[in-house]
Nanobody
Framework: QVQLVESGGGLVQAGGSLRLTCAAS????????MNWFRQAPGKEREFVAS????????AYADSVKGRFTIYRENAKNTVYLQMNSLKPEDTAVYYC???????????????????WGQGTQVTVSS
């Protein structure tokens, strides 16, 4: 049974940094692309960042490009999201997600990710 557990959220002032962690279990971690999505109150869940199963490519939403970095440590079955220069508009619940199919390229589409964590709240004050 696949489990994804996020941690690292919290309250931070604008301009600050946080690192989110997603610990995965249940499948061979390095076979699957991993994504971060987020959902702000009253808004749809949106793509934030992705990293391929091979760890050779990453992608970011335009809104976070240059400020956020996604990376993975396969030996620890963990994916991270380093968030710098945080803005109030980054306030949301952040979710990690694992691609349904092994050895498939990462996408920005929620429907391609069957397994999700419970989310971690990030609040950025102005």
């Amino acid at each position: 049974q696949v489990q994804l557990v996020e941690s690292g959220g919290g309250l931070v002032q604008a301009g600050g940094s946080l690192r989110l962690t997603c610990a995965a279990s249940g499948r061979t971690f390095n076979n699957y692309a991993m994504n971060w999505f987020r959902q702000a109150p009253g808004k749809e869940r949106e793509f934030v960042a992705s990293i391929s199963w091979s760890d050779k490519s990453t992608a970011y939403a335009d809104s976070v490009k240059g400020r956020f970095t996604i990376y993975r440590e396969n030996a620890k079955n963990t994916v991270y999201l380093q968030m710098n220069s945080l803005k109030p508009e980054d306030t949301a619940v952040y979710y990690c997600a694992q691609r349904t199919l092994a050895w498939s390229q990462s996408t920005t589409t929620r429907g391609d990710y069957y397994y999700w964590g419970q989310g971690t709240q990030v609040t950025v004050s102005s």
